[in-house]
C-alpha cells in the first residue's frame, strides 16, 4: 500500500511539473504576443506612427530581442517603454468620427484592459493614446476600392528573412487583420490564439521551404477562401499528373485530360476514381493537403484542392484507379503544372457564343460570356422567349453583365435604406440594391462602415415577366457570388443548384517580404438584410446536390431540375 502511495505521489508531481514547465515555456511566446499587440496598437493609434513620420518597422526591429529575451513581465515592460517613447508624445486632441451606420463586430481591444502581462502605466498610457487617437491619413492602410497596404515597405530582397524580420512579418499581418478584415468576427480560432500559435513556429522554423509552408498555413487560419500565400516556392513540386480532377468528400474523380498520349499510355480516363497515388490512399493525401489549403467552406476546400491536390516532385507515378467495379494500379508519367490549362481546372460553363436556346421557349444565358458585342443579341433572344436560365457558374468578367438588368426591373425603388423588401416578397415595388458593404475606416481601426450598393436598372413600364432561373455551385465565387446576386435582385427568380464557395469582397494584399504577400478579403458582402455570405454562399432556393455518379456520367442535375421546374409551368 505504501508503494502504492509513493507511485501516485510521483504521478501527481509528473502532472504538477509538466504543467508549470508548460506554463513558464508560454511566458516568453505570451510576452511576444504582447509586444506586438502593442507595436500593432500604436502602428494604427498613434499619430506619429501612423503618419508615417517613423520608421516603425525600425522600431519593432530595435527591441523585439529584448522582448524575446524578457524573463519576467518587468524585462517586458522596458521594452514596451521603448516602443512608447519611440512614438513620442501624442498631442493629438479627441475626436469622434464614429457616426452611421457602423460595424462593430470586430473591434477587440479586450487584451489591453485585461492583459495580466501589462502593468498599469503602460496600460493607461496605450488608453490615453485610444482617446486620443489618430484621424488622419495612415501611411500603411487606405480605402481604394479595397483594402490597400500599398504603403508597407515590401522588403523583397528578403527571401530568407531573420528570426526578428519573420516575427516583424507575423505581427505586420496579425495586426492588419486584427484591425482591418471584415470577417476577423467568423474566424473558427479566436484571433489571439492564433498569433500565439504561429509565434513558436516562425521563430524555430530552419528553411525556406519550411518558412512558406508556416505561412500557408496563417493564410488558412483566415478560412477566407481569397487567402492566398502568393510568390512562394514551388512546395508541392513542378509536376503534376495529367488529369484535371473533381472532388468531393474524400472521392476524386478525373474530369477532363491533361495530356492525351500520357493519359492514353497509363490507360486513364474521364470517370476514373482515384484511389491511392504511391500507395497513399486519397484520404490520407488530402489529409496531408489540407492544413495548406485555403477555404472558407467545404465546397471551397473541395474547390482549391483541386488545384495542388494532384502536384508532386516524381516524374512517374504509380496510381491506383477504380472504374466501375475494377480496381488496378498504373504507371503514370507526369506533366508540368505550368503546362495546365485553366479552362479545364476551373471548369467554368460555357460554350462558343455564351448563349443557346432550348426547345422553343427557353432562352440559355452563360453569364461569364455577357460581352458588349452580343449583349444585345442575348436581350433580344430573352424577349422572345417565355423563360430564361443563367447558367452563373463562373466568373463574370465583363460590365456589360450589368447592362442586362433594365430588361428585368421595373425601376428604381424609394425608401429607407435600412428596410428593404426583398424581390419576391410583400410590396417589393422596383430594383433592389444588390448588397451591403462594410469598409474599412483607416482612422477608426476595427471598426468598418456599412455602405449600400447602388441600385440596378431604370424606368421600365413594361419589365420582362417571363421566368427567370439562376444556376449556382462551387464555381461561384467572389465576383461569381456577386453577379448571382445581383441576378437574384430580378422580382421571383429562383436559384437552383448547391452551395457556392463562400468566399466574396475583393482581394487584398500584404506584404511578407520576399516578394510573398498574403491576400484576404478586402470588404465584407452582405445581402440588403445584412445577412452574410461570407463561409455561407449565396441563398438557394432550390438545392441539388451532384454526386459521383453524376461526375462520371457528365450528368447536371441542376440543369435537369430547372428544365423539369420549367415543365412543371408548362414551359418547354
Same mark, same amino acid.
Given at each position: ?26 511566458? $516568453? ?5 504582447? %509586444? ?37 513581465? @518587468? ?52 488608453? /490615453? ?6 484621424? &488622419? ?49 467568423? @474566424? ?24 512558406? !509552408? ?24 513542378? =509536376? ?42 486519397? *484520404? !490520407?493525401?488530402? *489529409?496531408?493537403?489540407? $492544413? ?62 455564351? /448563349?443557346? @436556346? ?36 463562373? /466568373? @463574370?468578367?465583363?460590365?456589360?453583365? =450589368?447592362?442586362?438588368? &433594365? ?28 448588397? %451591403? ?9 476595427? =471598426? ?33 457570388? %456577386? ?39 478586402? /470588404?465584407?458582402?452582405? =445581402? ?45
Amino acid at each position: 500500500m505504501k508503494a502504492q502511495r509513493f507511485f501516485i505521489i510521483l504521478a501527481a508531481i509528473a502532472v504538477f511539473a509538466n504543467i508549470f514547465n508548460r506554463g513558464f515555456a508560454q511566458a $516568453p511566446t505570451e510576452r511576444i504576443a504582447l %509586444y506586438c499587440k502593442v507595436w500593432g496598437f500604436l502602428k494604427y493609434h498613434h499619430p506619429n506612427a501612423a503618419n508615417g513620420t517613423i520608421d516603425w518597422d525600425s522600431v519593432f526591429i530595435a527591441h523585439i530581442n529584448g522582448a524575446m529575451a524578457a524573463k519576467d513581465n @518587468t524585462q517586458l515592460s522596458i521594452q514596451l517603454d521603448a516602443l512608447l517613447a519611440a512614438a513620442g508624445t501624442d498631442d493629438n486632441p479627441q475626436t469622434d468620427s464614429l457616426r452611421g451606420d457602423i460595424f462593430t463586430r470586430n473591434h477587440d481591444l479586450q487584451w489591453l484592459q485585461a492583459s495580466p502581462l501589462l502593468n498599469e502605466r503602460n496600460r493607461e498610457k496605450l488608453q /490615453y493614446i485610444y482617446v486620443h487617437r489618430n484621424h &488622419g491619413s495612415n501611411r500603411f492602410v487606405k480605402y481604394n476600392n479595397y483594402t490597400d497596404y500599398s504603403g508597407e515597405k515590401p522588403y523583397d530582397d528578403m527571401v530568407w528573412p531573420t528570426e526578428s524580420y519573420r516575427l516583424l512579418f507575423l505581427s505586420r499581418f496579425w495586426n492588419a487583420i486584427n484591425y482591418f478584415d471584415p470577417y476577423k468576427f467568423i @474566424t473558427a480560432e479566436n484571433w489571439n490564439s492564433v498569433l500565439i500559435r504561429f509565434i513558436p513556429m516562425v521563430r524555430s522554423v530552419q528553411d525556406v521551404m519550411a518558412y512558406h !509552408k508556416i505561412l500557408l498555413q496563417l493564410a488558412v487560419a483566415l478560412h477566407d477562401g481569397h487567402a492566398q500565400l502568393l510568390g512562394h516556392d514551388d512546395i508541392w513540386g513542378k =509536376y503534376m499528373l495529367p488529369a484535371y480532377i473533381t472532388v468531393l468528400h474524400d472521392t476524386v474523380v478525373i474530369t477532363h485530360s491533361g495530356n492525351d498520349s500520357l493519359c492514353r499510355l497509363a490507360n486513364m480516363q474521364q470517370g476514373d476514381i482515384i484511389i491511392a497515388i504511391n500507395g497513399e490512399s486519397i *484520404a !490520407k493525401r488530402i *489529409a496531408r493537403f489540407k $492544413p495548406y489549403t485555403t477555404s472558407s467552406s467545404q465546397v471551397s476546400l473541395n474547390r482549391h484542392l483541386e488545384y495542388t491536390l494532384l502536384c508532386t516532385n516524381d516524374t512517374v507515378q504509380h496510381v491506383t484507379i477504380k472504374r466501375g467495379q475494377k480496381t488496378f494500379t498504373t504507371k503514370v508519367s507526369s506533366m508540368l503544372v505550368s503546362q495546365r490549362n485553366w479552362q479545364y481546372i476551373n471548369n467554368y460553363t460555357a460554350n462558343e457564343t455564351g /448563349y443557346k @436556346t432550348i426547345g422553343d421557349s427557353i432562352a440559355y444565358i452563360y453569364t461569364m460570356q455577357i460581352w458588349d458585342k452580343n449583349v444585345d443579341t442575348i436581350l433580344s433572344l430573352i424577349r422572345s422567349k417565355k423563360a430564361v436560365i443563367f447558367d452563373a457558374r463562373s /466568373y @463574370t468578367q465583363n460590365d456589360a453583365f =450589368y447592362n442586362i438588368f &433594365g430588361m428585368f426591373l421595373p425601376g428604381p425603388a424609394a425608401g429607407n435604406k435600412n428596410t428593404f423588401t426583398m424581390p419576391g416578397e410583400p410590396g417589393y415595388s422596383g430594383s433592389a440594391a444588390i448588397n %451591403y458593404n462594410t469598409f474599412i475606416m483607416p482612422d477608426e481601426p476595427g =471598426y468598418f462602415k456599412w455602405q449600400l450598393s447602388p441600385k440596378l436598372g431604370g424606368v421600365n413600364p413594361h419589365p420582362y415577366t417571363g421566368t427567370v432561373i439562376i444556376l449556382a455551385d462551387e464555381r461561384c465565387q467572389s465576383q461569381g457570388e %456577386y453577379s448571382i446576386m445581383a441576378l437574384q435582385t430580378i422580382p421571383n427568380s429562383i436559384t437552383i443548384g448547391s452551395p457556392t464557395a463562400g468566399a466574396d469582397g475583393a482581394v487584398s494584399y500584404i506584404p511578407m517580404g520576399g516578394k510573398l504577400g498574403i491576400t484576404h478579403s478586402g /470588404y465584407g458582402i452582405y =445581402y440588403p438584410d445584412k445577412t452574410p455570405t461570407q463561409q455561407c454562399g449565396v441563398r438557394i432556393d432550390i438545392t441539388v446536390n451532384k454526386t459521383i455518379t453524376d461526375i462520371i456520367n457528365r450528368k447536371d442535375p441542376a440543369l435537369d431540375r430547372a428544365l423539369q421546374y420549367l415543365k412543371t409551368k408548362g414551359i418547354q
